[in-house]
């Protein structure tokens, strides 16, 4: 039998809902937002957080912004029960921020769950039991009515301890776990059962958490389930309506999503999306696709490195380094085209204008990234890429014709290598390739990579102009020996060449030329430079040559030198 049979399979039922409102809807503020690091991504770790791992969390999601942190489950954890105990004596929740825990809906443990939250200014108590066909029938062995009578016992436990407790302002929410593999009839009936009890209020409100325990359904059939259960719900404006998607289908964010679209009012989730099975929804993603939309999430993710820091020392999970808006790669191009393109956006950006990069949703400096990360260069990386890296870390702008050539030469490295290039490797690679050849040694900028005696090398020149034509004699050396030249042109470099041709008796072209001053230095200091880019064709082969120097017109003699010394044809011709 073939054990890999989708047979096996029943799809998810749509919910018959033509009139349906949230295709139409958008998002346009910040949820009402609720952390459950500490209480379902606790759950869910192989090393439940030790105390001074919660107080650290704890610390982390108060200063990221949450108003209310579920902080445990105390009925059922000493560890919990004896952290908010820490967090109340310590006097260490701040005056805008609730905490909330969770019980079942069992009597002993709701009294347990009052005793841990003695004294507490405003606290959530949040109550839950499973309600889908499929826990009705095989775990708890009830029908509908069983299974209310268990919420609406609990609701009533619930009320009576909060009045004997009333120094505490509560709050109280009601979960239909397994609100997704629930009738949704059922789910309003149970709800309506549990706010019966409670009868809220619009100023006293009571949290509904619709929680998608699994994920069973496309989002866009969430959303179906929370409209429908917002339009079928009683006392809708005394509920805050809430969602707490899991992400067994890997769409946990997009179906809270569709949900805000849906009527929901707040969202659980946790930081980076840790959590039961393939976790709970990540509320870094889901409030930075609101921040890249121009909404205030009204969560700060701006020290995203330390976020990611604590939560991987709290969890003892590792950070995928593509994890949306928190990876180590999330803001970094390989690719050629995409770090040409990020380049030629970066370069025209005007500071204050609204974000407008490819391949970038949004500017990694909101997250304390730098944009030195944003390329980095392998094999896969193209022409933009390189002469970015080389540009910001070197302040060397190639000239395209170069960017073609030299990009070639990377790629080979980096195939050979097998690994990413550095931005050192690359300028060691250009220096080796181009920069190494054409001083005199003693005046070389690259004085051991000049120490050879087989390449030409400027030793000494000469110009004088009259009547609009420059005239030049030029020494080159060779193997200690010094070679003259004497030329003629329209302009020192045209001279040059004419002294290169008449001796080598070569057709010297030069194709191509540029030439800047440096501006950002790394290898030389603050000393200012500048630096000449020449491509020549000698007898048709294109040939291209560099060289830097404090005087411009020293860098581009040397720069047409490093030409010849890189050109098959000339050799030692020029000896002869
Ligand atoms: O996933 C879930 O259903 C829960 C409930 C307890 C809200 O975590
Ligand atoms: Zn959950």
Redesign the pocket.
């Given at each position: 039998m073939n054990t890999f049979e989708h047979k096996k399979y029943r799809a998810f039922p749509p919910v018959s809902m033509p009139q349906r409102k949230w295709p139409d809807e958008q998002i346009t503020k910040a949820p009402l937002w609720c952390s459950?690091d500490l209480r379902?991504g606790n759950q869910a770790l192989i090393e439940p957080m030790t105390p001074a791992q919660k107080h650290k969390m704890f610390m982390l999601l108060v200063r990221v912004g949450f108003k209310e942190i579920e902080v445990g489950f105390p009925a059922a954890s000493v560890t919990d029960f004896d952290f908010v105990r820490y967090l109340l004596d310590n006097d260490l929740i701040p005056p805008d921020v609730t905490i909330q825990v969770?019980t079942p809906a069992r009597e002993d443990m709701i009294a347990k769950t009052f005793e841990a939250l003695k004294g507490a200014r405003r606290a959530i108590v949040?109550l839950?039991n499973s309600t889908s066909t499929v826990q009705r029938k095989h775990v708890f062995n009830l029908g509908r009515a069983g299974i209310t009578d268990l919420a609406v016992n609990a609701a009533r436990t619930i009320q009576s301890l909060a009045n004997g407790q009333p120094q505490t302002e509560w709050v109280f929410e009601y979960?239909p776990?397994?609100?997704t593999g629930t009738e949704l009839d059922f789910a309003v009936e149970i709800c309506d059962a549990v706010t019966g009890v409670w009868k809220p209020n619009e100023t006293h409100p009571v949290i509904i958490?619709l929680?998608?325990?699994v994920e069973m359904s496309t989002p866009n059939i969430f959303a179906d389930q929370v409209e429908w259960f917002c339009a079928h719900i009683q006392k809708r404006d005394a509920i805050i309506v809430s969602v707490?998607t899991?992400n067994d289908r890997g769409c946990a964010v997009a179906a809270a999503e569709l949900a805000l679209m849906a009527g929901a009012d707040r969202v659980?989730g946790t930081l980076m999306g840790n959590g039961?099975r393939t976790g709970?929804m990540d509320v870094i993603t889901m409030g930075m696709n609101m921040y890249s939309q121009g909404i205030d999430p009204e969560l700060d993710f701006s020290l995203m490195d330390e976020i990611v820091k604590t939560v991987q020392d709290c969890t003892q999970l590792s950070v995928h380094p593509r994890h949306p808006y928190a990876g180590e790669l999330v803001f970094t191009a390989f690719s050629g085209s995409h770090q040409d393109a990020i380049n030629k956006c970066l370069a025209v950006r005007e500071e204050g204008s609204p974000w407008d990069v490819a391949y970038l949703p949004i500017d990694p400096a909101d997250l304390g990234r730098s944009y030195q990360e944003v390329i980095r260069i392998n094999s896969q990386s193209g022409k933009g890429g390189i002469a970015y890296v080389l540009a910001r870390e070197y302040g060397i702008q190639l000239p395209r014709w170069l960017q073609i050539e030299f990009s070639s030469k990377v790629q080979k490295q980096a195939e050979q290598t097998e690994s990413e290039m550095s931005g050192e490797m690359i300028w060691n690679l250009f220096k080796k390739e181009y920069l190494a050849t054409g001083f005199s040694a003693t005046e070389s900028h690259f004085g051991e990579a000049n120490a050879g005696g087989d390449q030409y090398r400027l030793n000494h020149y000469n110009i004088r102009r009259q009547d609009g034509v420059d005239s030049i004699s030029a020494g080159l050396e060779w193997n200690e020996k010094v070679i003259d030249l004497e030329g003629q042109g329209k302009g020192v470099i045209e001279a040059f060449v004419h002294a290169l041709s008449l001796r080598s008796g070569l057709s010297i072209i030069v194709v191509d030329y540029n030439e800047h001053a440096i501006s950002a230095e790394k290898d030389q200091g603050a000393k200012a430079e500048a630096i000449a880019f020449v491509q020549l064709n000698i007898n048709g082969e294109r040939i291209s040559g560099v060289a830097r120097s404090v005087d411009i017109i020293e860098a581009s003699l040397a720069a047409i030198i490093s030409g010849v010394n890189r050109s098959t044809k000339l050799g030692q011709l020029l000896v002869a």
């Open positions: 459950v379902d969770l949040h839950y979960s776990e397994s609100f958490n929680p998608a325990t707490h899991h659980e039961e709970n």
